[in-house]
């Protein structure tokens, strides 16, 4: 629609718009990655615009650049003037296992003394606790559960989370978990990309009894959730003494044949080869990856998998090793970031994993906020609509009390967001939910 506007000396015909951004200090873009994901020096290209404007309409973007340019072309009875602050695309946190119930704070304590993390899976905590406890609760208590938790991610800027079931272990408690994904998707405004964990830890009435445990995911419990659309990838925790090598590929090329997208829980505590099987059957990213050895990061990069580092993770697990990100930046492999955000993680604000990734991974703040935007779009197979500031794309925008991106990196502990659109929406203002 057009509207003119009289000014002096000479009549502007602008297009009415519904929102309009102006007066970033930086806005953030990250455009020009939508086919592919940015990789070496690429990943520190943010594509800044100083004093940047973005004009939205029908939840989209429709125009990005300066704000002259913005403001000479667009009209919009919203304004939000962002002068002094930066904007940046919606977070994306590309790795959560988002559906639990219930905690496990007493663990803290027996870290503390020690304790590993297979240790206490094998008493029978960790990983088996939560299993108990998700079961328990009904689809509609774990719904109320995770609408509170997706409101907290929003406060803290995440606009789009990867969601793994992977605490049911059973046909009926995964796809109620799937289900509650998707049900919290519909309902919004945060978007989930489901993610079959069936193969998260071997329930206790399949102890010993792993093989089974995977016969039953690939002749069973497969089929039905693809038939049923309850999720885009296949994921397993491939990993020394769960499910090793064999086991992950079989459950992954299962997956793949019924259209789930392999993406792999890989070398975390052991190097196991995750990165190499990763490779093979086509992964579209493989994370953790503490202990990838040199050869799976060449096969990661042949083969255009993405890694997908978490730095909350070896944090939260007392671990001194982290995953080596120069080394997978330095091959040409795309990293992306996610929190990890589970009952042994629990992490809400990605802008931490940012700073981790700069004090724990020696991510470059451009670099850490590429991974959480663009790359981390891509690792969620989303980049086609989300995770840059680029017309045609849906207007999910994170502004941020900071004038320079490097606080992401450097400021610790606080929450920086001062208002998040989502789908052209306000939804978070002045740091509450609006
Ligand atoms: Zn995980």
Known sequence: MQTPQEEPGCVLSKTDVDLIIKHAQQLITAKGYIQRPAKGPEMEDLGIIHDGAVAIANGKIVAVSKSEDVLSKYAASERLDAAGKIATPGLIDAHTHFVFAGSRESELELKIKGASYLEILQKGGGILRTVRDTRAASKE?????????????LVHGTTTIEAKSGYGLSLQDEIKSLEVINSLNDEGPLTLIHTFLGAHAIPSEFAGRTDEYVDVIIADWLPQISQRHLARFC?????KGVFEIDESRRVLLAGKRLGLMPRIHADELYPLGGA?????????????????????????????????????????????????????????????LGSDLSPSCWIENEQLVIALACY????????????????????IQSAHEIGSLEVGKKADITIFNAKDYQFLGYRLGVNMVETVIKNGRVIVKDGHLA
């Open 141 to 153: 208590i774990l719904l109320q559960t995770c609408r509170e938790r997706a409101k907290s991610l």
């Open 235 to 239: 994921d397993v925790f491939c990993e």
């Open 276 to 336: 190499e099987l990763a490779a093979e059957v086509g992964a579209v990213s493989a994370d953790h990856l503490l202990y990838a050895s040199d050869l799976g990061v060449e096969r990661m990069k042949e083969a255009g998998v993405i890694a997908t580092l978490l730095p909350a993770a070896p944090l939260t697990l007392m671990l001194d090793r982290y995953a080596d990100a120069r080394k997978f930046i330095t091959h040409g492999v795309p990293v992306a």
């Open 360 to 379: 724990k991974l020696k991510m470059t703040p451009a670099e850490a906020i590429m991974a959480t935007t663009i790359n981390a779009a891509h690792s």
